[in-house]
């Protein structure tokens, strides 16, 4: 009997379960269990529940859905982005991990749904990339790895989508500033770097994230942050001063916009002396 690679299985073994629940979910509904009807209002209550900030309750929704289709496209990856979010709360690390494994199955079984939609590579993406926090430093630069074409297709695919661009500009400047030892691993060891990342590019994503959603300031913290790490610091100060103008609305960007002044104040001060040594320097 032939041997087939694992990730093979898992897409045939997945094409499977969800075969099985429409099959199930055909004859629940022939004895009158919920319609379309039903999972299109559910699917308009977790829209809802996340413009209002619930996330959890809106998970909650996307699931019902699941249980009734268990192929539904908008539902299955939303579940991802959500378990993502919710499980980033959390400190203690077997909850995070809990959700962030759930939020893999259900990117990975949006992917077999629609491979090329711009939503199910992005969930893939930023769910690898989550769950690499929690792993070993091989772990983390296998995710990095294997999150590069599930991050350039969500941008390639929706060329509009904030979240899409902040992904992708981290993952460029996170691997452009991989230290000595990561290179070597990943050369040696996980068949190379992943090509094309670079900080220039990780700028260029993060400016785009950041104008088509200027009011989001996580979006502000970021670009900030690669700003000032390769010293341009008008520019980051600038970046920092629109992020002081927005209203924060859920505790997460609270804590935002607290590190923005925080950034801020740091820097003025920093410019402040600057200015002052150049001064004594003319006297």
Known sequence: MPAYPVR??????????????????????ALGQPSAADISRLLTEGRALQ?????????????????????????????AVLSVHIGNRYTDETRKAAYFAAARLYSTRS?????????SNYAEALALVN??????????????????????????????????????????????????????????????????????????ALVKAHELEPKKIQFCYDLARVHLNQGQRTRASNVLQEAAQLTPVTSEELEMSRRCRVMLIQLNRKMLKQLHQKVKKTL
């Open 131 to 204: 769950q690499a926090t929690l792993l070993s430093a091989r772990g983390r630069l296998v995710a990095y790895k294997e999150m590069k074409p599930y991050t350039f297709k969500a941008v390639e695919k929706a060329p509009n989508w904030a979240d899409a661009w902040q992904l992708l500009g981290r993952w460029h400047y996170r691997v452009d500033h991989y230290n000595p030892l990561e290179k070597f691993y990943s050369q040696f060891f996980l068949g190379g770097m992943p090509g094309s990342a670079s900080t220039p590019k990780a700028i260029e």
């Open 51 to 79: 413009k209002q900030y619930k996330e959890s309750e809106a998970l909650a929704k996307y699931e019902q859905v699941l249980k009734q289709a268990p192929g539904n496209y908008e539902a299955l990856w939303q579940a």
């Open 8 to 29: 093979y299985v898992s897409k045939w073994f997945l094409l499977l379960l969800l075969t099985a629940g429409a099959v199930l979910s055909s004859g629940a509904r």
């Open 111 to 119: 992917l077999v749904v629609q491979p090329e939609g711009a939503e």
